[in-house]
């Protein structure tokens, strides 16, 4: 059975991110999936690195997150809901991958400070779903998607190369009208079952 790891960080109960988040899991269990959902707000996921956790970065990393770090490892799916604020990732998601993404676990030191090698091997698909308050052409000609380049080249690749990375943002999201996030939700449903007939 393929299973999915669904992690959501926005800090509101009623969000849309949340509500997005719902239809996510629903159609990843309609694929037959095993989904965990994290909610890291909702679950009080602390993004701060430890002073242990830093100073063992490379000497066998000691962390309190073992939970969370064996969802990640055992996940073929994962799915990211957040919110993109001041083009970047919430705190907490951020911190989720500073703490959780940890040597040991997503990759291994190589000799010298290489390149990291990699150890999400059984990871084959990500999807990112974001909301953002500014239009699509800031992001793609101003701003250049920064996001989607950190997560698919600057996180994702070096951990889990056989990865594929699927981006989609709900452009305008505090405007949003109901037929476009109707087919927003369109979209996710149909990205879901293109992974499954992937995995």
Do not use: N
């Not at 890291?40 to 690195?49: S, V």
């Amino acid at each position: 059975m393929t299973r999915a790891l669904v992690v959501l960080a926005h800090p509101l109960p009623d969000s849309l991110c949340r509500h997005l988040a719902e239809g996510a899991v629903k159609a990843a269990r309609d694929q037959g999936w095993q989904v965990t959902l994290r909610d890291l707000c909702e679950e009080g996921f602390d993004p701060r690195m430890t002073a242990e956790e830093r100073s063992s970065y490379y000497s066998g990393f000691h962390g309190d997150s073992a939970k969370e770090v064996e969802d990640l490892v055992q996940a073929q799916v994962l799915i990211l809901i957040f919110p993109t604020w001041w083009f970047g990732f919430p705190a907490v998601l951020k911190g989720w991958f500073d703490r959780i993404w940890a040597p040991g676990a997503a990759y291994d030191h190589a000799p010298g400070f290489g390149p990291m090698i990699p150890r999400l091997d059984g990871l084959r698909e990500v999807l990112a779903i974001t909301t953002m308050g500014a239009p699509g052409w800031v992001d793609w000609l101003v701003m250049r998607r920064p996001l989607a380049r950190v997560l698919r080249l600057g996180i994702v690749r070096p951990c889990a190369p056989k990865a594929r990375v699927t981006w989609r943002a709900l452009y305008r999201a505090e405007a949003v009208e109901p037929a476009r996030l109707a087919g927003f939700k369109v979209r996710i449903e149909r990205e879901i079952a293109a992974m499954a007939r992937r995995v």
